[in-house]
C-alpha cells in the first residue's frame, strides 16, 4: 500500500505565507516526478507546480515568483514553499506522485494522490 499524507494548510492573511509538506509512504521502489495540484470551489484542478526526480521545476504562471517547490528524496518528501499569498489561491491542495512499485512480482508506474489540504487566504 502507498500513502500520501499532506501538512501545513490553513487560514492565512492576503500576502502571508504558508509551507505545505506532502510525505510518501509505503511500498516503493522509486518515486518520480512529484507535485502539486489545487481546486477551488467550482473550478478544475490545475497543476500549480511540478519537479522531476532531478529537481527540475514547472510552475504555473500565476504562481510564478511567489511559490517554490522542492522536495527531499531521503525522506520521500515533497514541499511548496508558499509566499505573498492572494485570496485567489484559496483552495483545497492536493500533491501527486508518480511511482515505481512492484507488488507480487508485477512491476507498475502510475500515480498516486494526497487526501488535500485546505488552504484559505483572507482578512
Known amino acids: 500500500q502507498v500513502q500520501l499524507v499532506e501538512s501545513g494548510g490553513g487560514l492565512v492573511q492576503p500576502g502571508g505565507s504558508l509551507r505545505l509538506s506532502c510525505a510518501a509512504s509505503?511500498?516503493?521502489?522509486?518515486?518520480?516526478?512529484m507535485g502539486w495540484y489545487r481546486q477551488a470551489p467550482g473550478k478544475e484542478r490545475e497543476l500549480v507546480a511540478d519537479?522531476?526526480?532531478?529537481?527540475?521545476?514547472n510552475y504555473v504562471d500565476s504562481v510564478k515568483g511567489r511559490f517554490t517547490i522542492s522536495r527531499d528524496n531521503a525522506k520521500n518528501t515533497v514541499y511548496l514553499q508558499m509566499n505573498s499569498l492572494k485570496p485567489e489561491d484559496t483552495a483545497v491542495y492536493y500533491c501527486?506522485?508518480?511511482?515505481?512499485?512492484?507488488?507480487?512480482?508485477?512491476?507498475?508506474?502510475?500515480?498516486?494522490w494526497g487526501q488535500g489540504t485546505q488552504v484559505t487566504v483572507s482578512f
Open positions: 519537479i522531476s526526480s532531478g529537481g527540475s521545476t
Open positions: 509505503g511500498s516503493i521502489f522509486r518515486i518520480n516526478a
Open positions: 501527486k506522485a508518480n511511482l515505481d512499485r512492484q507488488e507480487g512480482g508485477v512491476w507498475s508506474r502510475r500515480d498516486y
